[in-house]
Nanobody, 123 residues
Framework: QVQLVESGGGLVQAGGSLRLSCVAS????????MGWFRQAPGKEREFVAAIGRNSGAIHYADSVKGRFTISRDNAKNTVYLQLNSLSAEDTADYYC????????????????WGQGTQVTVSS
């Protein structure tokens, strides 16, 4: 059974940082592109960042470029998302996803999803 478990969310002041982790079980992440998406209250889920199988392809949403960093540790079967310079607009549930080979920014390209971790940024 495939599981993606996110952690690291929480309440942080504007300008602060968080590091999200996504630990996978039941699959080997080195075989998949990995992505992070988020969904704010009352809004649709949106792409945040993605990293290709060999870490050669990394993509970010324009809204997070220069502030967020995605990385992966295949040995630990874990993907990370470093969030810096957070603002209230970053408040959302953040979801880890696995599966995409191409079109890494498209949510419909991912097969597996975590349950999400909540990030709340106070202004």
């Amino acid at each position: 059974q495939v599981q993606l478990v996110e952690s690291g969310g929480g309440l942080v002041q504007a300008g602060g940082s968080l590091r999200l982790s996504c630990v996978a079980s039941g699959l080997t992440i080195s075989r998949y592109g990995m992505g992070w998406f988020r969904q704010a209250p009352g809004k649709e889920r949106e792409f945040v960042a993605a990293i290709g199988r060999n870490s050669g392809a990394i993509h970010y949403a324009d809204s997070v470029k220069g502030r967020f960093t995605i990385s992966r540790d295949n040995a630990k079967n874990t993907v990370y998302l470093q969030l810096n310079s957070l603002s209230a607009e970053d408040t959302a549930d953040y979801y880890c996803a696995a599966g995409a080979i191409t079109e890494l920014s498209r949510s419909d390209q991912y097969f597996y999803w975590g349950q999400g971790t909540q990030v709340t940024v106070s202004s």
